[in-house]
């Protein structure tokens, strides 16, 4: 499994956590930066990216305006 995989996995396991439970994932640089400290390969605002379409994917709410 190759590092974009492993993210792309871990993702898809916080989006399904967010359907269960939007109100506590709906911050994406905060998801963003905690992903970053396991995934390095990548920059913040590409997570964040990756997150926000996620979450558009499953209609889930999401803040991409929040403070770090």
Known sequence: MTESDA???EISRLAAAAE???KTTSNLKSLAVQLWANFNDFAVE????ILRD???ARGLPFND???I
């Open 54 to 56: 996620e979450w558009r």
């Open 20 to 22: 269960a439970d939007p």
């Open 65 to 67: 305006n929040a403070e």
């Open 7 to 9: 993210l792309r996995e």
């Open 46 to 49: 590409d997570l964040e990216d």
